[in-house]
DNA sequence: TCGGGGTTTCGGCGCCGGCCGAACCGTCGG
DNA sequence: CCGACGGTTCGGCCGGCGCCGAAACCCCGA
């Protein structure tokens, strides 16, 4: 008896229009903010919330605060396995190509732009993994600069003359972590934030490796910045998208 | 978005306690009647017809109607696996043995019984699986008699005497099918009906093979039955049952 | 042909739950 | 420090839906 009390209360989590609207937007395994999925499904910001409550406390999605946003994602692989499942054993539709299409993004704001202080889209992304990569930069648990990465980033800032204690890597006593990640929304994937990732923007945009496309937020990579973000870590396309 | 509006429709079928205890209750892939799903949901009759228009209009659940009764069960065997996933990726519950324990049976009724005008219960199941066994009978997809099944039928409403064109085997003009298939409401598998079911019933109880106990509809199998049924059909523990 | 039991339809009641506007709060940007 | 903005909370409205009793329907069984 209390099986099926507990059937009927997880398939009621999927039974209101707006909140499968939500799910299966959020099948496409990235994490939207509230505002998104509200924008989404056509509802005001009070509502999604209480459908976001609720899809959170029947376990089907998981929350990430972030200073003023709430980003939301599926719980995880087996709540996605299920609701595919779901979406597929019904009478067949035509599926028109779900996703974050709706919510268009400027082109090459998706490409390349400041997130605050640091850089994101898919330059951002593509830096903070190549950093990773030649382990400058660990992601376990938090993010954190390895001794490397440290090295690396005042050897960046300060090209002449011998490393001075007021580099990025010395001991500053500001409450901010020297690196931490930070939720892309158009990749939805984490890229370095940070006293790091703030000095790493900023020094690309001095240096000419970058230049703001108009007023916005939308950045563009230089022949210069290609050239010198292929020599300190590597060829990726994305220094050298159109 | 049509998308999500077909899945919480669908979604909207599982979300109601009622409806989420008999789609449990028919997990175990039988049939059961209208009445007694009302009765093990715990709500009146009527509000059970209601949920099982739902979710036969759903697809969820096919009917089945037999006389005044009407038999549901889930609709295939995608449907019972979607419903099981759903069930099992819940928090886990402790599964208190689930199934018909509550719509208890005379333990004579359940042995061997009349429907109608043939034999039902595990007396009934088991002539119609030996008949199958023995190639008298083939359910691919209705119940129909083979030519030995007709044959054999023949034979044994006519033990004396050549065969005459009066037997079941031949050709009569009676709307009603020579063989079809009856649901059994304790075993919930098919039993024989039609004229093959009904003569056999007959000649059954003309011959002394079985006697019905009291004035109901159960019967009994006779000391002389379980030898011509281990004759005709081979032995089975369904003619022995004290 | 009649009685009875399983099922259905019809009204009506009551509650649950989705929706929004307005006010409030915390964070970010200048 | 202040304005802007995303998100949240709080009431209140309203539609949908589950529930039942009563009456009708239908078919079996005698």
Known sequence: MTESRALSRFAALLADETRATICLALLDGRAWTAGELATHAGVAPATATGHLHKLVAGGILTEQRQGRHRYVRLSGAPIAQLIEDLAGHI???????????????????????????????????????????????SRDPGFTLTDPGRTWLTALTTPTGPTTPTGPGAPTRSRRPLARGCLDWTERREHLAGIAGATLCTHALTSGWLTRIGSGRAVRVTPAGTAALTDLLGPHSAWTEP
Chains 1, 2 share one sequence.
């Not at 028109?96 to 997130?115: D, E, F, I, K």
């Open 91 to 137: 009478p067949a539709t035509p599926t028109p190509a779900r996703g974050l299409r709706a919510v268009t993004a400027s082109a090459a704001l998706a490409r390349g732009r400041t997130c605050y202080d640091h850089l994101a889209g898919r330059l951002g992304v593509a830096i903070t993994d190549a950093m990773d990569h030649k382990g400058l930069l």
